[in-house]
């Protein structure tokens, strides 16, 4: 069972965590919301910023998309380069530079450690997922059985402490996918925040996720993005090892703001 949350899960948990800097102070009076993103995070920002009148400053590793840099350059936010071979740890190591060095200035919003965010996916993703996996469940297994596996990608791990949090109490497997070979290096707070959740890793390849991603698009209309292709692959690892069940996976994002990724480039025949 796939939970889709392209069209409100971002937008939703930033609305929570603009919500909370308002309420607190923290925001307003000329200060400028600050963090760091790969793109769709911040469009979230961008949007729901522009609305109210707020400034928003984005460090975002410099092979983002081009669809989503210019998303994010329509919005009005401010766009801050980092190193690609760095990703989003080098992004989060700018981001917390820029506000160490000007407190005054910037909200840091700290997407991995903001407990509005870790609040707004425990009342929302968390419930929401549970609730369709058990419901669905109960139709065709006993419920001894319930509920089902839960699996995101790694890059979606903001979602991955609450709905481990909620679904642990449920006798849940958690799994991420993971690039095969792949690690979270120290400056990233998703590493330590793994640990905390008791969550397996499922590698995949690369050329995997995108034959999975494409597949998705043309057999079963399902036009998302390369980390729910990922997911895809991990949970047909996960299901392998299953008897029967449900596996409930997060796609996180669509596939149109990638149109130019090579994952939607002509392809050879089969493929």
Not at 2 to 23: C, E, K, S, T
Not at 75 to 93: F, H, K, N, P, R
Not at 155 to 163: F, L, Y
Request: with cysteine; net charge positive.
């Amino acid at each position: 069972m796939a939970q889709p949350q392209r069209l409100h899960q971002g937008p939703r948990w930033r609305l929570f965590v603009l919500r909370a800097a308002l309420q607190a102070g923290e925001l307003g009076r000329g200060r400028v919301l600050l963090d760091s993103t790969s793109g769709n995070m911040g469009i979230a920002y961008a949007t729901l910023a522009a609305a109210r009148g707020i400034a928003v400053k984005l460090c975002v590793p410099e092979n983002a998309s081009r669809e989503r840099i210019a998303v994010l350059r329509a919005l009005g936010a401010s766009l801050v380069w980092t190193d690609a071979a760095e990703g989003s740890d080098g992004a989060i190591l700018k981001a917390r530079e820029l506000a160490a060095a000007e407190p005054e200035r910037y909200f840091y919003a700290d997407q991995y450690n903001n407990p509005a965010s870790w609040h707004a996916h425990y009342h929302t993703t968390a419930r929401k997922s549970l609730r369709k996996a058990t419901a669905r469940s109960r139709t065709w297994w006993r419920a001894s059985e319930l509920p089902a596996p839960w699996l995101a990608p790694a890059a979606t791990s903001s979602n991955t402490a609450p709905t481990s949090h909620l679904w642990r109490c449920s006798r849940t497997q958690l799994s991420t996918a993971s690039k095969d070979g792949s690690t979270w290096p120290a400056p990233s707070s998703r590493e330590s925040m793994m640990r905390r959740c008791q969550t397996s890793r499922l590698p995949f390849r690369t050329e995997d996720a995108l034959l999975a991603t494409r597949r998705l698009a043309k057999e079963e209309g399902l036009f998302v993005g390369i980390s729910a292709g990922a997911a895809t692959v991990a949970a047909l690892q996960l299901a392998a090892t299953m008897q029967a069940g449900h596996i409930v996976v997060i796609f996180p994002d669509s596939g149109y703001k990638y149109l130019s990724d090579r994952m939607w480039q002509p392809q050879p025949a089969g493929l």
